[in-house]
């Protein structure tokens, strides 16, 4: 990757990978847009930043063309529950931003990169250790985007020659930037709650095993597949990947070890129970291990202690 444009810049994983990747590859070489402007944000101020919808093709190829990329990095999209309260616009944005994406990919024979979930998998998946290979029948119509995602990016790979890759992502973890309207995203709040408030009610009941993963090893696992051999790459779209397993009652007593009077609640909301339930308990992830060696160095209790550091710096908390 030397020319790199990034969409969804400014969401959770996009203002954290645009900076990353400015630390490696130069910040003029990474552009970095998005739906809207935010004056003074690090990735608007740092380097190249433009102001993009995905569902506009031209706007993209306009802008692809306008800095020459020779890699996108494609994000924007609905999380799970949004998606599900929304489910034409995460048709809109999912498919439609990704079809234009990869259309532009094809044109100028870009690399690409997209995640794909956890949320790829539903009811009928193997629930332990999910393989690589199994059946994929999501019943959210996220799911549904990621699985036709995931199938669109091997079918530009098959018949054009586009350089896909993608990994499924877990629940990702992180201080920077909260994720927007995902099933997962009670294992982010709970951080700030307990810092803030001492006690967090929990959206996910007790038991609900979901796999998660601490931002920076998410960043590296981009970079990493990137810049993987090609030859070596046998599923390219999308790689399973994990960093732990847990369910809320564990991330609490986490917690607890660092803020003992901390107390956990619980108020489950249907919708988010249910796409929870519908996913893994936890996934195999040997495979992106074996073609381009993921390896992800935060557990639950190594994350917690710096996702706890990390936020009371910047909620300026004691
Ligand atoms: C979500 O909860 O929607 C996302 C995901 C696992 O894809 N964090």
């Known amino acids: 990757m030397k020319k790199i444009l990034v969409t969804g810049a400014l969401g959770q994983i996009g203002s954290e990978l645009t900076m990353h990747m400015r630390n490696i590859y130069g910040a003029n070489n990474v552009v970095a847009t998005d739906i809207r402007r935010i004056e003074g944000h690090e990735t608007v101020e740092s380097g190249p930043f433009e102001v993009l919808d995905v569902t506009n093709a031209k706007q993209m190829a306009d802008l692809a063309k306008k800095y020459n990329v020779d890699s996108i990095i494609h994000l924007a999209a609905l999380l799970s529950a949004v998606a599900e309260a929304k489910p034409v616009l995460a048709w809109e944005i999912n498919m439609g931003g990704l079809f234009n994406a990869l259309e532009v990919a094809r044109e100028l024979n870009t690399a690409f990169f997209t995640p794909s979930s956890i949320g790829a998998f539903g009811p009928g998946t193997p629930k332990i250790k999910t393989p690589q290979d199994t059946i994929q029948r999501p019943q959210t119509m996220y799911g549904v985007t990621k699985v036709s995602g995931e199938l669109l990016c091997d079918y530009y790979f098959k018949k054009f020659g586009v350089d896909t890759r993608g990994v499924r992502f877990p629940g990702l973890i992180s201080y920077t930037t909260p994720p927007g ?64 397993s847990f369910e809320p009652s564990q991330i609490a007593a986490e917690i607890k070890k660092h803020i003992p009077n901390f107390e956990m609640s619980y108020d489950v909301d249907p919708v988010r129970q249910a796409i929870a339930n519908s996913w893994p308990d936890s996934i195999d992830d040997s495979a992106a291990k074996a073609e381009w060696g993921f390896n992800a160095k935060y557990d639950l209790a190594s994350m917690t202690s710096d996702m706890l550091l990390k936020l009371r710096e910047k909620l300026n908390i004691k």
């Open 181 to 244: 309207g995902g099933t997962t995203d009670y294992a982010v709040d709970i951080y700030y709650e307990a810092l803030k408030s001492g006690k967090y009610t929990s959206f996910i009941g007790e038991g609900t095993y979901m796999d998660m993963m601490y931002m920076p090893d998410a960043l590296n696992a981009i970079v990493t597949l990137m810049e993987a051999d090609s030859s070596k790459l046998i599923h390219r779209n999308a790689f399973n990947i994990t960093a732990m």
